[in-house]
């Protein structure tokens, strides 16, 4: 029989990017970007979609929901995983509700008007069955998938708009939204660039490597230099891992200071960060989100007998708030930070923020 | 050049005409030294410094003990890498006891150039960022000293040494170069004779200019070690022209020994007098990068029994906050350690903040080592008190708004460095658009530092040019 095959295939399929996931974030597996991991995602729903069996969308969000609890779980740190979750939900919801024929802003969003005049009959149980449920939501997903291939190139596709010649723009770490987007831009015009090096995992390199190899003057700084050059630089543009409801960021460590050297000097903030990395996290506590990896990346294991007597530590992100930053380039055009939470509503239901 | 290793100047010249003039006896024909010096030429470098040391040591030894009795030692400098010189054992014979020998010497190689010798410019390495390309940048591996033989003739053996400590980082940090130099210069002076037509007061000093240079181009002079130098200055061209060149001697020794007396070693004690009062018990202070001032003041707070914990930040390339690290921890003093960009993680723990000083400048701006502004920046963001430690004689006349100007270049090679097998930045010469910027110091703006803490109180970093003012008024 197809069915059990299918099924067993398709746990199979869960495991092993479950594994991915736990091994990519400790530093010892294959790392990936985040583009990979929102696509492998999203295949990885389609795939359930197809092959599990459901009746009505209320199931399938069921089943989608315990699997994304599960994938959440494994690395809590990679939020694009738990963002794509949330997407394919509400797609589900959009597919059903035009598969009823009832309008999609309707069920959108409770207003104080609909509380108290349909009076509770925005209960939505997502019980009925229709038969071109299955087929519209993978059509959608596959909608989902080629946006996602084109996130890169359409950010890139910006670069001219925000670069001048003869510009001096900084960047820190590596971000393969920000080599895309500097490297469109270095095919019209003559601009310098600075990298800070981002110690300790010294991203930064690669980064110059890979820009001066294509024609930009690149230069390399070290992480306590950053403060010293940066009354000569024009422009800061940085990645980021995840974009917070609020419009703060959670980035590589480092991109606090950076942001207040920035600020100090007036200097514009620009990040780029495509839709599937806006996650409707808020900050509560600075340290709630915190990832650490093994000291041993500062003070290594070859100091000896001070090591017993220390405390060393090796955070990998920093939070940066939406007051440091001036402007988002995403692949649907540039927004103000204080923007983003409506841009949130427009991509994630409100229950399925909380999966 | 055919001048290279020869060891006279003019004083020995003279000095030995002396001797020939006493020593009627015979001597010993042994021409052992001779030779051997001639051999030591052709030797590698390193091994001609040494000999030209040895037999010029030799022939201090000799001459002093012919005169009178031997005072001065060689004084050691702080951080002795380089062994001591060992003389040749048991031979007496040197220069002194071949008079005919050495006239002939010295009229065939004395020549002027020997008394005009510039030291010739060390080269530039790699690839320099266009907006530093007006600073020089060197690299570690190839020490001015390498690249050409420096006759002790010109330079004191003990400057060369200096020099080559400074280059290769030996001795590092302001007051340890500060003190070093001083040291060096002492041995300058102890060796020096006043030729017979010239004043000690304007002939010293003179003497003094080709070292400066040479240690120079080794490596460039920080602030401290221009203040040293300009006081070493004033002080020879005071003495009067009636002393005796060894009470001149002594006086000069003397003036140097208070010098580093008062201006750093007490200077220390009163700075962390006035600290101790600053660090409350439960504090929670964060250092960074080695300052020997700073550690010196967390280490009598801790003697003192004060209860803190310290949170040691560095950074890259240096890493000098491993050594803060391991002499904090040798005291029993509890630290924690990241780099500098998890500051702003480790910032809402910390209640104050220690910070060194290469200088202080005129318009209230602090030069320090890379990275402190940066530091400071963060601390004001998260309204933690910056107390910045320096002794009065860093403070400089000059000023600065920013870290591009004046600064320096270290060598670009640091930066490269190999994680799980790859390096990435290897062939970074090989890539034409690619530089690596490693500068040494910065300057953090007045504003983020709340107070200076000095041997003559606690002031705020405004202040700067009244101290100056009225340091220039002493000195008058």
Request: overall charge positive.
């Amino acid at each position: 029989m197809p069915g059990p095959y299918r099924e067993t295939d398709l746990t199979e399929k869960v495991e092993a990017f479950l594994s991915d996931l736990k091994r990519g974030g400790s530093g010892t597996g294959p790392l990936r970007g985040s583009a990979e991991t929102a696509r492998e995602t999203t295949a990885l729903l389609r795939r359930i979609t197809a092959q599990v069996r459901w009746s009505s969308a209320g199931d399938l969000m069921e089943v989608i929901r315990k699997e994304g609890r599960r994938m959440s779980a494994a690395q809590p740190s990679e939020t694009t995983v738990g963002n794509m979750i949330r997407r394919v939900l509400k797609i589900i919801r959009e597919e059903y509700a035009r598969s009823r024929g009832s309008s999609e802003e309707a069920d959108q969003q409770e207003s104080l008007h609909k509380l108290l005049t349909s009076g509770g009959l925005s209960e939505e149980n997502f019980r009925q069955y229709f038969t071109a449920l299955k087929a519209n939501v993978i059509e959608a997903i596959n909608e989902l998938l080629t946006e996602l291939e084109g996130t890169t190139d359409n950010i890139a596709m910006q670069a001219l708009e925000h670069i001048h010649s003869n510009e001096v723009i900084m960047t820190i770490g590596r971000s393969r939204t920000v080599e895309a987007f500097l490297k469109d831009a270095a095919r019209k015009r003559k601009f310098h660039v600075i990298v800070a090096e981002c110690a300790p995992f010294c991203q930064g390199h690669e980064m110059a490597t890979s820009l001066s190899k294509d024609g930009i003057e690149t230069t390399v700084i070290t992480d306590a230099a950053i403060f010293a050059v940066m009354s000569r630089v024009n422009k800061v543009i940085i990645g980021t891992q995840t974009v917070l409801a609020n419009g703060g960021l959670r980035a590589v460590n480092g991109t606090h200071t950076l942001a207040l050297a920035a600020k100090h000097h007036s200097t514009p903030l620009i990040v780029c960060a495509p839709m599937f990395k806006l996650s409707p996290q808020f900050p509560n506590e600075e340290d709630t989100f915190h990832k650490f990896v093994s000291p041993h990346e500062v003070l290594p294991f070859t100091e000896g007998e001070i090591l017993s007597k220390v405390n060393v530590h090796c955070p990998v992100f920093d939070y940066v708030p939406p007051e440091l930053i001036t402007l988002f380039i995403s692949n649907i055009g540039g927004h103000a930070p204080s923007y983003i939470y409506r841009l949130m509503s427009e991509l994630y239901h409100p229950e399925d923020h909380e999966l | 050049m055919q001048i290279e290793g020869k060891e006279l100047t003019k004083e020995e010249k003279q000095r030995l005409r002396k001797e020939k003039k006493q020593q009627k006896k015979g001597k010993e024909k042994k021409d052992a030294s001779l030779p051997q010096v001639s051999v030591a030429e052709t030797a590698a470098p390193a091994s001609q410094l040494k000999a030209e040391r040895r037999a010029r040591q030799e022939a201090e030894r000799t001459s002093k003990q012919s005169k009178k009795g031997d005072t001065g030692q060689p004084a050691t400098t702080s951080k002795p890498k380089i062994p001591p010189n060992e003389l040749q054992p048991g031979t007496q014979n040197t220069w002194s006891d071949h008079p005919h020998h050495m006239l002939y010497l010295i009229k065939q190689w004395l020549s002027p150039e020997i008394f005009f010798f510039q030291i010739p410019r060390r080269l530039d390495y790699g690839y320099k960022v266009s907006l530093f390309s007006h600073l020089l940048q060197y690299s570690r591996k190839a020490p001015l000293t390498q690249q050409l033989s420096i006759p002790s003739a010109v330079i004191h053996p003990a400057i060369v040494r200096l020099g080559l400590q400074y280059s290769q980082g030996i001795v590092a940090g302001s007051n340890a170069r500060s003190i070093a130099l001083l040291h060096a210069f002492k041995q300058v002076i102890s060796d020096y004779t006043t030729p017979s037509n010239e004043e000690l007061s304007r002939d010293l000093v003179n003497k003094l200019k080709p070292y400066i240079s040479f240690l120079n181009q080794c490596r460039p002079l920080s602030a401290s070690m221009g203040n040293a130098i300009k006081y070493i200055k004033k002080e020879i061209s005071n003495i009067p022209s009636q002393f005796k060149e060894d009470d001149a001697k002594k006086k000069l020794l003397n003036c140097i020994e208070c010098f580093i007396e008062e201006k750093i070693v007490l200077a220390a004690k009163a700075i962390a007098k006035s600290s101790i009062e600053k660090i409350n018990d439960g504090d929670v202070i964060l250092v960074y990068g080695c300052s020997s001032l700073v550690n010196h003041i967390l280490c009598e707070a801790f003697e003192k029994g004060r209860k803190f914990r310290v949170i040691v930040v560095d950074s890259r390339p240096r890493l000098e906050g491993r050594e803060a690290l391991r002499r904090l921890v040798q005291k029993g003093i509890s630290c924690t350690y990241v780099l500098i960009s998890a500051v702003s993680y480790i910032l809402p723990e910390v209640s104050k903040v220690f910070l060194g000083a290469h200088a202080l400048l005129a318009n209230g701006y602090v030069m320090s080592r890379v990275g402190t502004s940066q530091i400071a920046l963060v601390a004001k963001a998260f309204n933690v008190p910056v107390l910045v430690c320096c002794e009065t004689y860093k403070f400089c006349e000059r000023v600065q708004t920013d870290s591009f100007v004046s600064n320096e270049l270290d060598d670009p090679d640091d930066l490269i460095v190999t994680r799980k097998g790859e390096t990435q930045l290897k062939d970074w010469q090989q890539v034409p658009r690619l530089g690596l910027l490693n500068l040494v110091y910065d300057v953090t703006p007045p504003d983020f530092v709340d107070l200076v803490i000095t041997d003559l109180g606690m002031i705020p970093c405004t202040s700067v040019p009244v101290v100056l003012r009225v340091k220039n008024v002493d000195l008058l």
